[in-house]
């Protein structure tokens, strides 16, 4: 892949693995040549406001409330930052160790809290949806010109 983008696939779908190895302190070092589908890309709260179904005011507080969810995972795990490591810690955390003290479950109830609250955040404003799955027994329709 170009300027050493690598691609990573799960569950049958393909994607940048990020970070991206351009982004250095949540800036794009390559931006004004950036690829073109970084220029291309509309995350769902973009497509909202420029539809004119949330204005500027909320989309910032949205924004505000993202950047605040990822220092939080962040504070307690500099891996969690990553979707795909998050992953990971997500079910590693959900797993109590046998004679676990009150402490150490609140402290991984804690950071449990902050990645589901981070993952739905990320899923509910920002994530595009994902294109229902062709159903191969249905024959396709057309719109009637009628």
Not at 8 to 35: M, N, S, V, W
Not at 87 to 94: N, P
Request: net charge negative.
């Amino acid at each position: 892949m170009g300027e050493g983008l690598e691609l990573t696939e799960d569950k049958g779908a393909t994607y940048f693995k990020l970070p991206c190895h351009h982004e250095q302190c949540g800036q794009c070092t390559i931006y004004e040549t950036r690829f073109d589908i970084c220029r291309s890309f509309r995350c769902r709260l973009l497509r909202a406001y420029q539809a004119g179904e949330v204005d500027l005011v909320e989309a910032r507080n949205r924004v505000e409330i993202a950047l605040k969810l990822v220092q939080a995972v962040k504070a307690n795990d500099p891996d969690a930052a990553n979707a795909f490591n998050r992953r990971a810690i997500r079910a590693g955390l959900a797993e109590a160790p046998d004679g676990e003290g009150d402490e150490a479950k609140a402290i991984r109830a804690r950071k449990l809290l902050d990645i589901v609250a981070l993952d739905t955040c990320l899923e509910r404003w920002f994530r595009n949806p994902k294109p229902a799955p062709a159903d191969e027994d249905q024959p396709e329709t057309s719109p009637s010109n009628s």
